[in-house]
């Protein structure tokens, strides 16, 4: 009689994990809305790659453009200091998960006669895009100071639609090209997504 009770409740069990299976998420979408929601941050890795720099990344002056893309990395993977990872490669096996891009207009130097007068102004201006594979995208605004950066995520597209908050960056190396690795951590204002993965 038990073994019976436990194949009725085992079948009955398969068939509500059919009726129900539809409509969950995989497991991926599932631990990224986790990480959205939960703790109100997702991180990744990126590294910048020189190669693709615009003559204005290195060498601009006041009002001039540039642009300079990238590879993201799940949080954790790229190694720290002066390192030889190639940014279009995996690293220890690890692919990368999306494209980076940076595009933004160089702010400085004033002119001498008013530079005094503007000393907070910051070197240069961007706006950054972090697209992933799976279809999500990030997009955000800001400004270089020597510090480092802190970004307004203006939106998002599909799974991240409606994300607002804010971006926090921090090398933590180099690469082979020359340029950062950094890490990039978004805290998502909580109640703020509401896109799908479709």
Excluded at 50 to 62: D, E, I, M, V
Excluded at 106 to 112: G, K, N, R, S, T
Excluded at 122 to 127: D, E, G, K, M, V
Excluded at 128 to 142: A, H, N, P, S
Aim: net charge neutral; glycine share 12%.
């Amino acid at each position: 009689m038990k073994r019976i009770v436990k194949l009725t409740l085992w079948t009955l069990g398969l068939a509500l994990l059919a009726v129900l299976a539809p409509a969950l998420r995989p497991l991926t979408e599932w631990v990224a809305s986790v990480q959205a929601a939960g703790d109100n941050s997702v991180t990744f890795d990126v590294a910048c790659d020189c190669r693709t720099g615009s003559p204005g990344f290195f060498t601009g002056t006041r009002g001039d453009v540039f642009i300079v893309n990238g590879k993201i990395f799940p949080a954790g993977t790229l190694p720290s200091g002066t390192a030889t990872n190639d940014p279009t490669l995996p690293v220890n096996g690890v692919a990368p998960i999306g494209e980076w891009m940076c595009r933004g207009q160089v702010a400085l130097p004033l002119p001498p006669a008013v530079s005094a007068a503007y000393g907070t102004v910051p070197f240069a201006l961007n706006t950054q895009y972090f697209i992933l594979k799976d279809g999500r995208g990030l997009t955000v605004e800001g400004y270089n100071v020597p510090t480092g950066e802190v970004l307004s995520l203006t939106g998002g597209v599909n799974g991240f639609s409606g994300a607002s908050g804010f971006l926090q960056e921090a090398p933590f190396g180099t690469n082979i090209t020359q340029c950062p690795n950094f890490r990039a951590r978004f805290h998502i204002q909580p109640g703020s997504v509401r896109g799908s993965s479709d």
